[in-house]
């Protein structure tokens, strides 16, 4: 099938942040903190402000005089008030006539700073493993305790317990676009047009940072280049809004590669302890404790432990289990969401532990898996019941390739198996707008297109099947947050999965309306000479004839689809401190990864790899093969060579593509794709969401065939040689 | 990152070439590809106000095989079998060198005058702001031997080593006339990371040239990087021998990406040349260069693990020259 936003990207014909031009614009730039946590004593603007081509400078004063009194107010403002929390974080802004003339600016202003104790790391603030008392340090803004059933006795009484700590590094999203937005603002309202994931949550997060109504800010997107996570909340908009207040003028503000990275809000350290009490062959009893960076980030982050420890107990019965994680703030910038937040990190320790413990006791891994995952009927570790879940089938798909595999294994290299599973996101719900007209459908929605094609190809591909009419005569259309109906963003898989349901109820509605005006049970669309046909058995009538009046004056038939997903709940009596969540489905990923290690050098190889994906339903099959080659190798990165590396100073060494490093598409096996359908998910049509899936079982992967090809384990990713030549005793 | 303003010059002889380095001083730098040096002025490292552009300089054109005009595109070398044929060890070097987009503009030239690297040289101006200078740029200290005054910035070309075990020669051009020296001497062994070479102001790199003992020998290089599509040396072993049925009758091996500049091994390998060679032998002088070898820790990888590194390659690529096999 051919996406619609093919030809037009290929010739350039779309519009990108870094394009976004007005009349009048003026240029950014950033005036970055140079201390990773410390006090402005002094901040000069004056000789910023007289330098050639600027216009305006705004600094934590002008939040008080240029904006509504609840911008002082707001959890985070624009500009830090008290604390500077994190090198780099901005503490005022330039706009002049010319990006050179800003950014010369903006090195002209020179803070006097006081600093204060740095927390670079997790050991800075706790160096050793903090005890349940430390939920109330002023440092640990989430904290997250749950159990259940007599682990204690179960510890006691196990044939054998295998414990472990884990280190996990932090990942960067690299969205081949760096954030970039234009900001006006006339008379109290306020424009943005900016590359985001999520229009409607940004209006939303802007208004409070701001200090104003959501009503006077409209949000419009641009074609996103890329977002894995890192697009969603507030970034430059503030900035570029208040500069654009203080300037009348429209303001445009992009980032260098390098402040991208400085600016971070993505994947961050953690440690992680894994205990596993195992009785007859199966897991009786667990223990998991979590430390998570989450940077510097404010109160309120239990949903980031939460996530994690979900991952960490992993897709296994657990009779018994204790459970407990602290975020914790350090002097990095906020953590973010990063493609499956949390999970390839948690999941690397837990398949890791998983695979060692099934060694151990001598078993197959994959053996050992699939006597205790899940299957549908199980319950959760909060008593919740699990549905349709193909991870099992996963296994066993996994278990025949390996096999073949294994027959033909040479010397030196391992086969290593890792699952994972994901829920897709229901957000908090989304509406779209279906108009079928004389010559077509078009699908009014607030979404950009981020890349995968869920939303220009994905929504299309949903009316399609419900209409039958074809893709050629569908449209997808987009709309600012004020033309367009609400809908949570695109993240958390969910765009198919849940923005698609409403697609297909609008579109569901519109079948209904049809077959009553044409006194037909069933109906479905079909096009002929650019004309909308609606076919009733042998009947075909020509859509504009069944159009009321008023219809056709407004040009079609309007429907709105509405989705906000049902409720889902857990057993919260086992939870002690700290919330956790309910999971709308259960997607299962099983991996493969081949090996070759040189054992001189602790270099890897992956020589090849194939995931097996629980689909629901293939709704478009070669585009659910794009997402998981594109999540293996996005996992690959994480596993092998992608570390954001932090000075003890809190200095981040790599902020730059050439130090951060990604796999290049040399450095890519082969990957083999097997789609697991008829494990009905909350999607359209049982569909389920896998933009984040395939990313979360490889880093676990790669090491347990590190681990078959070795017999050793590295328990820190990524595995780069020298942690494997560590780990190999070659040091 | 934006590039400050310069006044381009582009010459087209090496006589107007070092004429016009004489004429503006210290004040300019050579452009040859630009790979290197431009990025490095988008960090506003050491940047000039003048650039003399080498692209139209005649006597810098062009290859034979043995004699390579310093301004060879890396991409022609690594595009043409007689080279790999002929010197193995500088194919793989070239082969090695980043992307082909880089080795497309990348020359011969550049890569022997890389600018050495460092992490904390490597950097934003922000960021090298924020952590206070360093003495090879702007700075009067230095982040990685803090006790020393001096410049411990990596060497990280690929070509330098594996063209030093072929034992080639360079011709250089001064206002006072041109020299040949051997490439060696074209590095200081006692001299830092700053000035990572032994021109004198203004001279020019004009070709490099390769004695006809150079097809003789069978040679090799080995890199170590992080991704094997991409990345400077960690670490680039050059090896070269020619073996006389169980005798080594000549033996020379050359590194980079370890110090500030790349070191040819002469004085351990002289020790192993005329006897017969064994494995064992071979072990000895894996252990003895990695031994000499001072990796400091302003690369990717740590010291300890360039050091150990260094016993391995050394012993992968003179055994596999050895037994008459490629080593990578
Ligand atoms: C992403 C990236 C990856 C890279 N990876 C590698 C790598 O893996 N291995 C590697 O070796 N290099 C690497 N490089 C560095 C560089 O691209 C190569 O070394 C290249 O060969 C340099 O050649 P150039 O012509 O572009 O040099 P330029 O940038 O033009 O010049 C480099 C220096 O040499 C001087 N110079 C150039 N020619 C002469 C001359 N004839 N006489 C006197 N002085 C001269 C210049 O003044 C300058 O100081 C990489 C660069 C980038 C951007
Ligand atoms: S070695 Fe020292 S002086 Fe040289 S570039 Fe690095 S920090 Fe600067």
């Known amino acids: ?731 | 990152m934006h590039l400050d303003p310069f006044e381009l010059h582009r010459p087209e002889s090496v006589e107007e070439t070092v004429r016009l380095a004489r004429d503006l001083g210290p004040g300019f730098d050579y452009l040859a590809g630009g790979t290197d040096l431009l990025p490095n002025y988008k960090m506003h490292l050491n940047v000039r106000p003048h650039l003399i552009a080498l692209d139209q300089v005649r006597e810098l054109q062009g290859y034979t095989p043995e004699r390579i005009g310093a301004m060879t595109r890396l991409a022609n070398l690594d595009a043409d079998p007689e080279i790999a044929r002929w010197y193995p060890a500088l194919g793989e070097a070239v082969h090695g060198v980043a992307t082909p987009l880089v080795r497309a503009s990348g020359t011969v030239g550049g890569n022997l005058l890389v600018e050495t690297r460092c992490f904390f040289f490597n950097q934003s101006f922000f960021w090298r702001a924020s952590l206070g200078f360093c003495l090879k740029a702007d700075g009067d200290r230095c982040h990685v031997v803090p006790q020393k005054e001096k410049c411990y910035a990596t060497f990280s070309g690929d070509l330098a080593p594996a063209l030093q075990v072929l034992g080639a020669t360079v011709e250089v051009a001064a206002p006072e006339g041109n020299r040949r020296l051997p490439l060696d001497e074209l590095y200081a062994a006692d001299g830092d990371g700053i000035q990572r070479h032994r021109l004198g102001p203004g001279e020019l790199l004009v070709a490099v040239h390769l004695p006809p003992e150079a097809r003789r020998v069978r040679s090799t290089y080995l890199k170590l990087r992080p991704r094997p599509s991409f990345d400077f040396p960690e670490l680039g072993l050059a090896a070269a021998l020619t073996r006389d049925g169980d005798r080594l009758s000549s033996l020379e091996v050359a590194a980079g990406g370890l110090e500030t500049y790349p070191r040819r091994f002469r004085s351990i390998t002289e020790g192993f040349v005329g006897g017969t060679f064994t494995d064992d032998r071979i072990r000895e002088l894996a252990a003895a260069i990695q031994a000499a070898v001072r990796p400091v820790h302003n690369t990717a990888y740590p010291p300890d693990y360039r050091k150990r590194m260094t016993g391995v390659f050394v012993r992968r690529a003179v055994r596999a020259l050895w037994e008459g096999r490629g080593a990578s």
Request: hydrophobic letters at 40%; charged letters at 25%; aromatic letters at 6%.
């Open chain 1, 1 to 731: 099938m051919t996406r619609s936003d093919a030809a037009p990207k290929a010739r350039g014909g779309v519009g990108y942040g870094m394009d976004l031009e007005a009349p009048g614009m003026l240029w950014a730039a950033l005036v970055r903190a140079p201390v990773p946590h410390g006090r402005i004593v002094r901040m000069e603007l004056g000789p910023a402000r007289r330098m050639p081509g600027v216009v305006a400078v705004v600094g934590p004063d002008e939040i008080r005089t240029l904006l509504p009194k609840g911008a002082l107010e707001a959890e985070r403002p624009v500009f830090p008030l008290d604390e500077i929390r994190y090198r780099g974080e901005p503490i005022a802004a330039v706009a002049a006539e010319t990006l050179e003339q800003a950014r010369h600016a903006a090195a002209a202003v020179v803070p006097v700073v006081e600093s204060l104790r740095t927390d670079a790391r997790i050991e800075d603030v706790f160096p050793e493993w903090p005890s349940a008392a430390a939920a109330k340090d002023p440092r640990v803004v989430g904290h997250v305790h749950a159990r259940h059933g007599d682990v204690e006795a179960r510890f006691r009484s196990a044939d054998l317990v295998h414990s472990e700590t884990y280190h996990t590094s932090g990942v960067h999203q690299v969205a081949l676009e760096p954030h970039a937005c234009l900001g006006e603002a006339r008379g109290g309202k306020f424009r943005v047009r900016t590359s985001t994931q999520t229009p409607f949550g940004l209006r939303e997060d802007l208004a409070s940072i701001l200090g104003i109504f959501e009503s006077s800010l409209v949000v419009e997107g641009t074609w996103v280049g890329g977002g894995f996570g890192g697009k969603g909340a507030a970034f430059l908009e503030p900035y570029a809004l208040l500069l654009a207040v203080a300037s009348r003028r429209p303001v445009k503000l992009s980032v260098t590669y390098a402040e991208e990275f400085e600016l971070g809000r993505t994947t961050l350290p953690s440690i992680i302890r894994l205990d596993t009490a195992v009785r007859g062959g199966k897991i009786v009893g667990r223990r998991v404790r979590l430390l998570l960076d989450t940077g510097a980030s404010l109160p309120g982050r239990d949903f980031a432990v939460g996530y994690s420890i979900g991952f960490l107990l992993g897709p296994y019965r657990t009779e018994t289990y204790e459970i407990e994680g602290f975020a914790v703030q350090t002097n990095k910038p906020p953590f973010g969401p990063h493609r499956a937040p949390f999970a390839p990190q948690s999941v690397f320790a837990l398949e890791s532990h998983i695979d060692g413990l099934a060694r151990r006791l001598g078993v197959d891994p994959i053996e050992f898996r699939l006597r205790q995952v899940w299957r549908e009927g199980d319950r959760t570790a909060y008593d919740q019941p699990v549905g349709p879940f193909g991870l099992e089938a996963g296994l066993k798909a996994a278990a025949r390739t390996a096999g073949a595999w294994r027959t033909r294994l040479p010397a030196g290299h391992g086969i290593g198996v890792a699952c994972g599973f994901w829920s897709t996101s229901v957000g908090a719900g989304g509406e779209a707008r279906l108009s079928l007209r004389p010559d077509g459908l078009v699908i009014l929605q607030g979404e950009r297109e981020i890349g995968n094609g869920s939303v220009v190809h994905g929504l299309a591909v949903v009316a399609e099947r419900v209409l039958g009419l074809s893709l050629a005569a569908i449209r997808v259309d987009y709309g600012d947050t004020a033309t367009a109906p609400f809908d949570s963003g695109v993240f958390g898989s969910r765009t198919l999965g849940a923005l698609g349901q409403a697609v297909e109820r609008g579109a569901r509605s519109l079948v209904t309306i049809l077959a009553k005006r044409v006194g037909a049970s069933e109906i479905h669309l079909e096009i002929k000479s650019g004309q909308v046909l609606v076919v009733a058995g042998r009947r075909r009538h020509k859509l504009v004839d069944l159009l009321t009046p008023t219809e056709r004056a407004e040009g079609g038939l309007v429907v709105e689809g509405k989705f906000y997903g049902p409720e889902r709940e857990v057993d919260a009596s086992r939870v002690l401190a700290g919330s956790v969540y309910p999971y709308q489905d259960f997607t299962g990923a099983v991996h493969l990864a081949e090996v070759e290690v040189d054992r001189e050098t602790g270099h890897l190889r992956v020589v090849r790899y194939a995931a097996f994906q629980d689909v629901g339903t293939a709704v478009d099959p070669s585009a659910v093969q794009g997402q998981v080659e594109g999540g293996v190798v996005m996992g690959l990165g994480a596993a092998l060579s992608e570390e954001m590396l932090w000075t003890p100073e809190a200095r981040l060494a790599n902020p730059g593509l050439l130090d951060y490093r990604l796999p290049r598409l040399r450095d890519v096996p082969p990957i083999h794709v097997e789609l697991i359908e008829g494990f009905a998910g909350a999607g359209p049509f049982g569909a389920k969401g896998v933009g984040e899936p395939p990313i979360i079982p490889v880093p676990a992967a790669v090491a347990n065939a590190v681990a078959d090809a070795t017999g050793t384990r590295v328990f820190e990713m990524p595995l780069t040689p020298e942690r494997v030549a560590r780990a190999l005793k070659l040091l």
